[in-house]
């Protein structure tokens, strides 16, 4: 079946570094969406990916949807402890397939 | 800001027995889901709901899982014969006028099997 990977499983950072998680598909996307997992929480929706190549930022966040419409990528600049969390891409079929999610750790 | 709320937030329950999960969708939306997550783990889907039927179901629904939209507002998960393996938390999530826009997720039920 499909499967959405990503890397790395975790990652833990000083405040102020960068950080950047991938996200892989076995299969061809129609889009691709990206959720933030705060501790304890839900999944909340950050941002979709749609045209091959695009590439999208939300401030300290840059998203990007590669040219084979395959795989993406979130990068985060000079990462705050609110950051914190579990970052998921989600790859749209016919349905949402979440991938494996990156856990950030920041230490202040 | 419309929320998906869900109900109960903590469910404890024997091996064996029922259990339903309910949530109430976004108003205006025409897609509901049903996602589980194991502690830790990434996020599953279940199952999605589109004009009153099953428009896409997991490996995992299998049989004892069912879903149904009683009333207008309402949308539940029923488990038959819960299993310990079915402890997770358990996400609901509505969209809009497609599939591919973005889901908005309730804030989940945590099922517990003893």
């Known amino acids: 079946g499909q499967q959405v990977m990503q890397i790395p499983q975790y990652q833990h950072v000083q405040e102020g570094e960068d950080f950047t998680t991938y996200c892989n598909s076995s299969?061809?996307?129609?889009?691709i969406q990206w959720y933030k997992q705060r501790p304890g929480g839900h999944p909340v929706f950050l941002i979709q990916l749609v045209k091959s190549g695009e590439v999208k930022k939300q401030k300290r966040l840059t998203f990007q949807f590669g040219e084979a419409k395959k795989n993406s990528s979130l990068h985060i600049t000079a990462t705050q402890t609110t950051d914190v969390g579990t970052y998921f891409c989600a790859g749209v079929t016919d349905k949402l397939i979440f991938g494996t999610g990156t856990r950030l750790q920041v230490f202040p | 800001e419309p929320e998906v709320t869900q109900t109960p937030s903590h469910q404890v329950t024997q091996m064996g027995q029922e259990v339903i999960l309910r949530c109430v969708p976004i108003s205006n939306h025409l897609y509901f889901y049903w996602y589980r997550q194991i502690l830790g783990q990434k996020v599953e889907f279940l199952v999605s709901f589109y004009n009153n039927e099953i428009s896409e179901k997991s490996e995992i629904f299998d049989d004892q899982f069912s879903v149904e939209r009683p009333d207008g507002s309402n949308f539940t998960l029923k488990i038959r014969s819960t299993k310990l393996e079915d402890s997770a938390m358990y996400f609901c999530?509505?969209?809009?006028?497609?599939?591919?826009?973005?889901?908005?997720f309730g804030d989940g039920t945590r099922l517990s099997i003893l």
């Open positions: 299969t061809t996307l129609s889009n």
């Open positions: 999530a509505s969209s809009g006028l497609t599939v591919d826009q973005p889901q908005h």
